[in-house]
C-alpha cells in the first residue's frame, strides 16, 4: 500500500491566509441580484389574525414579498417528519419562524418594505423551557427505550445506590459564516449556493417547495465558513426561500443573515434533563443504571429523534453495565427547533454517566479515575453494550496507560491535594475522563457515499465526492487518499466543490463520518480506473515488448509511474499512460460508491449493531478555580487520541484541540438565558460567550497513538470530528473537583452544565451554607 | 463654519484613494468594513458579528505619528469611513505581494499555513491581520502578550493552540516585510493628507463634521449643540449597525490632536479625552498599575486601539469598566465650551443610567487622575463570564489607606451594581476605623446588600451580582495581605 503523504495543512490554506477564499457573500458577478429578507414571527406561540402586505409590495425597489400562498410546490421543510412550514400558514410557533419572504433591489428597501407589512396576531399560551414541557407531557414523538438485564432488581440489590438529577444547557452554533444561500435562476433550472452541511436534501427540499423534479435543482458547496451540525438541516432553509424569491422574479436572489438574527432564529444543541440512579458496590463497581433523558426539541421534529438515540447509546460512555434501563422522550416546545450539533446528543448522554462516575468517587472517598478504570469495558468480557453490540477492538486500556503515566496524574493528584490544603480561597482540581464514540450514523441507511474521479488527458485528476468542506479537511484528507490509491504526487489532484449534479443521492457530513464513507468511494472509483489503465498498460507493454509476459494484475501504480512488478524496466509514466489509454479508446472517469458493511439498528427492540467500530479518547485537565469570583483557568491539559493510522496528523490534531476547546465552552462559558416569553436574551457575541484565545489551557499537550491501524476503514483510520468534544467532562469535572474541596471533598456540590462563574459561586455558596446536594438526593434504601 | 469639501482621502492598496460621499450616494456613517467589500477584489475583510466582538473584520490602520507610522488592528465594522481620513487602510488583500504571476505570502501568512492555523477559513483574515499589526509593533512578545493581542478574534475551529503556534513561529525569525521598505513611499502620502481645516460632509441627509482643533471641536459644538460626538465608534458603530439609526448629526473628533496628549504634571495624569484607551495603558502601567489591570481586560485590543476615555467616561454606562477606577483615585472629568472650562470630580460627572453633568455646548476634553497616594493601596476587579472581550458582570475598584491595622479611609466603588457607577457607602462607612482583618471583613461584606440592589440580566443574574460584589471584598483583604508578605 502506497503511504499518504501525511501533515500537509489545509488545502485551501493559502487561500484562507490571502484573504482569497469565496463564501456565499463573496460570489461576486452576479448581475441583477437581488437581497432577500425573511420576516419573522415575534410570538413564541400565537394565531395569526389577519395581514396586509399590499404596501411591502408597492414600494420602490421591492421586487416580490411572499407568503405561504405563494410557494407553487409544497409548504413543508421538515427534514425527517413534515412538520415544518416553509413559510407559516395561519399560525406561528417560536420567535423567529419565517412568515414572509422580501426581494429587493437593496438591503435597506427590504428592511423599509418589512416595516410596511402589518400583522395581527393572537397570542396562545407557550411553552419556552424544558421543565415546563415536561410537565405538560408536550412529547414530540413516543418514547424511546434501550434495556439490558434488570435494572429495577440490580438496583435493589446494590449495596449502594445514587440518584440525581442533572440539567445540561444548549448551546450556540457560532459558526464563523452565519447562515446563507444564492439561488440563480436560469431558465427551469435553479442553482443554489448554499451553506450546508447535506447539499442532497437542500436539493430535495428546494425542488419540493418550488414543485420541480430534483433534476431541475442544482446545489453546489464550495466550503461553509464553519458549520458544526448547525448547517445539517438548517441550512436547507435560506435556500428554499431564496429559491422562492428567485422563482417569483426570475432574478438572482441571495440571502444572508446578521449574526443576531442568526443566533435568535436557529435551533442549537439540545438542552437535556436527565435523571439517574445507579447501583454500585464498595469498590465503585457499577451493577445498575437507570436513566431517563428528557430532551427540548423546539418546536419540529427535525433531527430530535436521532439525537435522543445517540444520547441514549452513548449513555454508558466507556463503562460496562451489566444492567441499564435508558428511556428517551424529546419534549416539544416554542423555541426554534434544536438541531445536530457535533456529539449529537452524545456529549448529554455521557455527561450524566460521567456525573455518576464522579458521584461513586465522593461517595467512596476515592479517587474518580480508580472508579473509571474499574467499570470499563473489558477486552474479552464484561464488553457488551446496552444495545447488544460487542465492544471490539478496545483501546481504552492502551489509551488510559498512556495518558496517567504522561499525565502523571497520580502525582499530580498529590500536588493539587497539598495546593488545596494551603489555599482557602483558591482551590485546584484534576479529572481524566474517557470517551468511547461510536462511528456511523444510527439511521443505517444514511451510511452510504458517492464520488466521481475524473483523470483528464494531462494526468491530472479531479475528484468529486458526497462530503462537504466546512473546515474540517474533509476535502485535504480525500487529496491524500486519492494520491495515495492511485499512487501520484498529491499536486495532480484537485476536489472540485460539492454538487448534486456531480454526485447524486449522498448523505449528509455528518456522524464524524466523512472521510471514512467519502475516502472509501474515491478508492472505489479511484480501484475502477487503475483497472482500466492497468489494462491497457499491461497491453501496450506486451505489443511493444512483442509478448504477453505483462499481465494486469501484476502493474503498479507508485510514485508517478506505473509499472510491471516482475519486469520494472516495463515502465511508463503515469501522463503517458493515461494518453494511452485515451488513445486506446478507454473511458477515464469513474464513479465510486461505498455502504458501511454490517451496521443495523432496530429502534423498536433497541438492539443492533450500530456502529462500524469506535472511537477512543481520553483527558486529564487540570483547574485552578478563584472560588470568590467564580474565574477558572486550566492549567494543563493532556489528551491522548486513539485514531487508527491517522491519515494526517497535522489535521486530526486541529480537530481535536479545536472540539475540545468547543466543549469546553460548552462546559463553563456558553449558557443560553430566555426571558418567560421565549426570546434569546443573549444573541450576539456581546452577552453569549464562546472561549477565546485566552481560555484556552495554559500548557496543551496532544499524543494521537502510533502503530494500532484499524481494521476495514480506509487507510485503516478513524473518525475524528466529534469524539474530541467530549474530552471537556474532563475540564468540567475537574472544576468540580475544586468547588468539592472546598469542603474537602465531603460534601456534594451542586453543578450543571454550562459551570458559569455563576453556577460555580452559587455551588461554592451552597457548600459553605451546609446544602449538600448529595445527601439531598440520596435514595431511601442508603439513609437507613 | 467653512463647508470645506464633502470628500476624505485616506491610502488603500498603496495608493491614495478619494471618496466623494455625496457624488457617490454613501452615508457618512458607512462602515468601513462595508466600503471595503462593496470594492472588487476586496471580499477578503469579513462580517462575522457588526459589534466588534468577533475580530473578523479586522483591518489594520497606517497613522503617522512623530513621523513613525503605527500600525493599529481595528475593527472594521464599527468604523464609520470618515475616521480613515489621512491614514493608510491595510486589508488582508494588502499582504501578500505578487511577482510575475508568483504569490509570495507575508511570514505571518506562511507561519499560519504551517502551523494550521486554519480551518473553515472565515476567521482567518482577521486573525492575520491582528498577528500582522503585532509583528509590526513587537519583537519578542510572551504567549501572555500574544494571547491579549489575539483575543479579540474568535474562532470556532482551531482551538486557537495552533495559531498561537503560528504566532510564536513567526517572530524567531523575524524579517524585513514589505511594509517596512515602502514606509517612506508611505510617509510620503500621509503626509500630504495631512489636513487643517474642518471637513463637512453631507450626504444622504446626514451631517458629519470632522474639527482638527480644539477650537473648532468647540465652535462646532455651540453652533450643533444636538450633535452626537463621536471618538472611536465603538459604541455609537452599534446605533448603526445594530439598530439601523440614521444618525443625523455628528462630530467625529478622532482626529482632534489636543484631545490626544497624555502627560503627567506635578503628579497629577492628564488624559485627553480622545486618547486612545490602549495608549493610555501603555503610558500609565507604571503610575497607574490598577487602571492599567482593568484596560488590559477592557475590550479587545482593537476595540483598545479606537476606544477612548473621552468616551467611556461620557457614555456614563453602568458597566462602565474605567469608571470605577476612576471613582477610587479621585478623578476630575474636565468640560470645556467655547468660553471657559470646569474641572468637575468624576462622581459629580454621573449623575444616573447614562446621565451626566454635561452641558449641550460642551465637550468633555480631558480626565485628571491624581497618582495615589504611596499609603493607598489600590485594586481594580473584574468579574465577567468569560475573561477577554467580555463586558463586566460586575467591576470594581477599592481604594484602602490603612492608619497601622486601621482602616483610615476606603472607597469601594462598584460597577454593575447600580444604574451607574457607585460607591458602597454604608460598607465604607462600617470599615472606617475598624481593624483590616478577615473578621471585620466578614462582617462588612453582608452590608453590600444596604448599599445595593443589583438586577437580573443577560449576563447574570443578581444573586450572582451580589455574592460577588460581597466575595471582592475578601479579595482586597487578601490582596493586601500578599502585599504585606511581599
Known amino acids: 500500500m502506497n503511504k499518504v503523504q501525511s501533515q500537509i495543512p489545509h488545502e485551501s490554506a493559502q487561500h484562507h491566509v490571502t484573504g482569497q477564499s469565496v463564501y456565499i457573500n463573496d460570489i461576486d458577478h452576479v448581475a441583477n441580484l437581488l437581497h432577500g429578507r425573511i420576516v419573522y414571527s415575534p410570538h413564541a406561540h400565537a394565531r395569526i389574525v389577519s395581514y396586509d402586505i399590499s404596501k411591502a409590495r408597492k414600494l420602490k425597489g421591492v ?282 446528543g452524545g456529549p448529554q448522554g455521557m455527561a450524566a454517566m460521567e456525573t455518576i462516575i464522579d458521584r461513586i468517587a465522593r461517595t467512596l472517598g476515592k479517587d474518580a479515575t480508580e472508579i473509571r478504570f474499574r467499570n470499563f469495558y473489558g477486552i474479552s468480557d464484561r464488553n457488551i453494550t446496552p444495545y447488544g453490540q460487542m465492544v471490539e477492538n478496545n483501546r481504552l486500556f492502551t489509551v488510559y496507560d498512556k495518558i496517567i503515566r504522561s499525565s502523571d496524574y497520580y502525582n499530580r493528584r498529590e500536588v493539587v491535594n497539598k495546593f488545596n490544603a494551603a489555599h482557602k480561597y483558591a482551590k485546584r482540581g484534576l479529572a481524566l475522563t474517557p470517551v468511547k464514540f461510536g462511528i456511523s450514523f444510527t439511521t443505517s441507511f444514511l451510511n452510504q457515499a458517492g464520488a466521481l474521479v475524473h483523470i483528464y488527458k494531462d494526468g491530472s485528476v479531479l475528484v468529486s465526492h458526497g462530503g462537504t468542506e466546512m473546515g474540517q479537511g474533509l476535502h485535504t484528507k480525500i487529496m491524500q487518499i486519492a494520491a495515495a490509491e492511485l499512487g501520484v504526487s498529491i499536486h495532480r489532484i484537485k476536489v472540485g466543490p460539492t454538487n448534486t449534479s456531480k454526485v447524486p443521492n449522498t448523505s ?106 469506535y472511537t477512543f479518547a481520553m483527558a486529564v485537565a487540570e483547574v485552578e478555580v478563584d472560588i470568590l469570583t467564580g474565574h477558572h483557568k486550566i492549567l494543563r491539559t493532556d489528551i491522548v487520541f486513539d485514531l487508527g493510522d491517522s491519515i494526517n496528523k497535522l489535521i486530526d490534531r486541529g480537530q481535536i484541540e479545536g472540539a475540545f476547546i468547543q466543549g469546553v465552552g460548552w462546559c463553563t462559558t456558553e449558557d443560553m438565558k430566555y426571558d418567560k416569553n421565549g426570546n434569546l436574551l443573549n444573541h450576539s457575541p456581546d452577552t453569549y460567550k464562546i472561549p477565546t484565545i485566552s481560555d484556552i489551557p495554559e500548557d496543551f499537550r496532544v499524543t494521537i497513538l502510533d502503530g494500532i491501524p484499524n481494521p476495514n476503514t480506509i487507510r485503516r483510520s478513524k473518525a475524528v470530528g466529534e469524539p474530541p468534544f467530549m474530552l471537556c467532562f474532563s475540564v468540567w469535572l475537574a472544576i468540580k473537583d475544586a468547588i468539592s474541596a472546598v469542603t474537602n471533598h465531603k460534601k456534594e456540590p451542586a453543578f450543571s452544565i454550562p459551570a458559569t462563574n455563576e453556577v460555580i459561586l452559587s455551588a461554592v455558596d451552597s457548600l459553605i451554607n451546609g446544602i449538600d446536594s448529595h445527601k439531598a438526593t440520596k435514595t431511601q434504601r442508603e439513609k437507613k | 463654519m467653512p463647508a470645506y469639501k464633502n470628500s476624505i482621502r485616506f491610502i488603500l492598496d498603496g495608493k491614495i484613494t478619494e471618496i466623494d460621499f455625496e457624488k457617490e450616494g454613501l452615508s457618512p456613517t458607512q462602515t468601513l468594513l462595508h466600503y471595503l467589500r462593496s470594492l472588487p477584489g476586496h471580499k477578503g475583510t469579513k462580517e462575522g458579528c457588526g459589534e466588534g466582538d468577533c475580530g473578523a473584520c479586522t483591518v489594520v490602520l497606517g497613522e503617522l505619528i512623530n513621523d513613525k507610522i503605527v500600525y493599529k488592528a481595528v475593527d472594521s465594522c464599527l468604523i464609520f469611513l470618515p475616521m480613515v481620513h489621512g491614514k493608510q487602510v491595510i486589508t488582508i488583500e494588502n499582504l501578500a505581494t505578487h511577482k510575475t504571476g508568483k504569490t509570495i505570502l507575508h511570514p505571518v501568512q506562511q507561519a499560519v499555513i504551517d502551523e494550521n492555523g486554519s480551518q473553515c477559513g472565515f476567521c482567518t483574515p482577521g486573525f492575520i491581520m491582528s498577528i500582522f499589526a503585532l509583528y509590526k509593533n513587537e519583537t519578542k512578545p510572551s504567549a501572555e502578550l500574544i494571547r491579549n493581542a489575539l483575543a479579540g478574534n474568535l474562532c470556532r475551529c482551531t482551538g486557537y493552540h495552533a495559531l498561537l503556534k503560528a504566532t510564536q513561529k513567526v517572530f524567531k525569525e523575524k524579517k524585513e516585510d514589505h511594509f517596512s521598505k515602502n514606509e517612506p513611499k508611505v510617509k510620503a502620502l500621509l503626509t500630504g493628507l495631512a489636513t487643517k481645516d474642518v471637513i463637512t460632509i453631507e450626504s444622504r441627509g446626514q451631517r458629519y463634521l470632522k474639527p482638527f482643533t480644539c477650537q473648532q471641536l468647540l465652535e462646532l459644538k455651540k453652533t450643533f449643540p444636538d450633535a452626537l460626538i463621536v471618538s472611536g465608534s465603538t459604541d455609537c458603530g452599534l446605533k448603526v449597525t445594530k439598530k439601523h439609526e440614521v444618525l443625523p448629526l455628528i462630530i467625529d473628533i478622532s482626529d482632534v490632536a489636543q484631545l490626544s496628549v497624555i502627560k503627567k504634571t506635578k503628579n497629577i495624569w492628564h488624559i485627553g479625552a480622545g486618547a486612545k484607551l490602549e495608549i493610555i495603558r501603555n503610558a500609565v502601567k507604571k503610575d497607574l498599575p490598577v487602571l492599567y489591570d482593568m484596560l488590559t481586560v477592557f475590550g479587545s485590543k482593537q476595540i483598545r486601539n479606537m476606544a477612548t476615555l473621552g468616551g467611556n467616561v461620557g457614555s456614563a454606562s453602568p458597566i462602565g469598566d474605567t469608571l470605577p477606577v476612576l471613582f477610587a483615585h479621585n478623578a476630575t472629568v474636565v468640560l470645556q465650551n467655547t468660553k471657559a472650562e470646569r474641572e468637575i470630580p468624576i462622581a459629580g460627572f454621573i449623575t444616573g443610567y447614562r446621565q451626566t453633568i454635561i452641558n449641550k455646548d460642551e465637550v468633555i476634553t480631558a480626565i485628571r487622575i491624581p497618582v495615589p497616594d504611596k499609603n493607598s493601596f489600590i485594586k481594580s476587579y473584574k468579574i465577567s463570564k468569560r475573561k477577554d472581550l467580555d463586558i463586566s458582570t460586575v467591576s470594581a475598584c477599592f481604594n484602602l489607606e490603612l492608619n497601622g491595622d486601621k482602616v483610615k479611609q476606603i472607597i469601594l466603588a462598584f460597577g454593575g451594581m447600580a444604574a451607574c457607577t457607585q460607591r458602597a457607602l454604608k460598607t465604607e462607612n462600617f470599615l472606617k476605623g475598624k481593624v483590616w482583618n478577615e473578621k471585620n471583613v466578614q462582617t462588612a461584606m453582608p452590608l453590600i446588600e444596604k448599599d445595593f440592589s443589583p438586577i437580573s440580566d443577560a449576563r447574570a443574574g443578581k444573586e450572582m451580582r451580589m455574592m460577588a460584589a460581597k466575595n471582592l471584598l475578601m479579595k482586597l483583604l487578601l490582596d493586601t495581605n500578599e502585599k504585606q508578605i511581599k
Open chain 1, 508 to 613: 449528509p457530513t455528518a456522524a464524524s463520518s466523512g472521510t471514512d464513507m467519502n475516502g472509501m468511494a474515491v478508492k472505489n472509483a479511484v480501484d475502477k480506473l487503475k483497472e482500466r489503465i492497468a489494462e491497457v498498460v499491461a497491453a501496450h507493454f506486451n505489443e511493444k515488448a512483442g509478448k504477453n509476459s505483462s499481465r494486469k494484475e501484476n502493474i503498479i501504480f507508485e510514485n508517478d509511474v506505473i509499472y510491471d512488478s516482475t519486469n520494472k524496466k516495463r515502465c511508463l509514466a503515469f501522463e503517458e499512460a493515461v494518453t494511452i489509454a485515451y488513445l486506446k479508446q478507454t473511458s477515464l472517469s469513474a464513479t465510486g460508491y461505498y455502504r458501511t458493511p454490517d451496521v443495523n439498528f432496530n429502534r423498536e427492540t433497541g438492539k443492533g449493531k450500530p456502529f462500524h467500530y
Open chain 1, 63 to 344: 421586487k416580490a414579498v411572499l407568503t405561504y400562498k405563494d410557494i407553487p410546490g409544497h409548504n413543508n421543510i421538515g427534514p425527517v417528519v413534515h412538520d415544518e412550514p416553509c413559510l407559516a400558514v395561519d399560525k406561528v410557533e417560536f420567535i423567529g419562524q419565517a412568515v414572509f419572504l422580501i426581494a429587493a433591489e437593496t438591503e435597506d428597501v427590504a428592511r423599509a418594505a418589512e416595516k410596511l407589512i402589518s400583522i395581527q396576531y393572537e397570542p396562545l399560551e407557550a411553552i419556552t423551557d424544558l421543565p415546563t414541557a415536561i410537565r405538560k407531557k408536550n412529547l414530540i414523538a413516543p418514547p424511546r427505550k434501550i434495556e439490558t438485564g434488570n435494572t429495577t432488581q440490580a438496583l435493589k440489590k446494590a449495596p449502594h445506590s445514587l440518584k440525581g438529577t442533572l440539567v445540561i444547557g444548549g448551546q450556540e452554533h457560532w459558526y464563523l459564516e452565519t447562515h446563507a444561500a444564492l439561488c440563480v435562476p436560469d431558465e427551469d433550472h435553479y442553482k443554489v449556493y448554499a451553506s450546508s452541511q447535506n447539499p442532497t436534501e437542500t436539493q430535495i427540499l428546494v425542488a419540493e417547495v418550488l414543485g420541480l423534479p430534483s433534476n431541475c435543482v442544482e446545489v453546489e458547496v464550495k466550503r461553509m465558513g464553519g458549520a458544526f451540525g448547525g448547517k445539517e438541516t438548517q441550512g436547507n432553509h435560506y435556500a428554499c426561500w431564496a429559491a422562492l424569491l428567485s422563482c417569483k422574479t426570475g432574478q438572482p436572489v441571495r440571502i444572508s443573515l446578521f449574526r443576531d438574527d442568526d443566533q435568535k432564529t436557529t435551533g442549537k444543541r439540545h438542552p437535556f434533563i436527565i435523571d439517574y440512579e445507579v447501583g454500585f458496590d464498595d469498590k465503585g463497581v457499577i451493577s445498575a443504571v437507570d436513566f431517563v433523558q428528557n430532551a427540548n426539541a423546539g418546536y419540529a421534529t427535525d433531527l430530535s429523534m436521532a439525537i435522543l438515540e445517540r444520547a441514549m447509546l452513548h449513555a454508558e460512555n466507556a463503562y460496562y453495565i451489566p444492567n441499564m434501563r435508558i428511556i428517551g422522550r424529546a419534549y416539544k416546545t416554542n423555541l426554534p427547533s434544536n438541531t445536530a450539533y457535533r456529539g449529537f
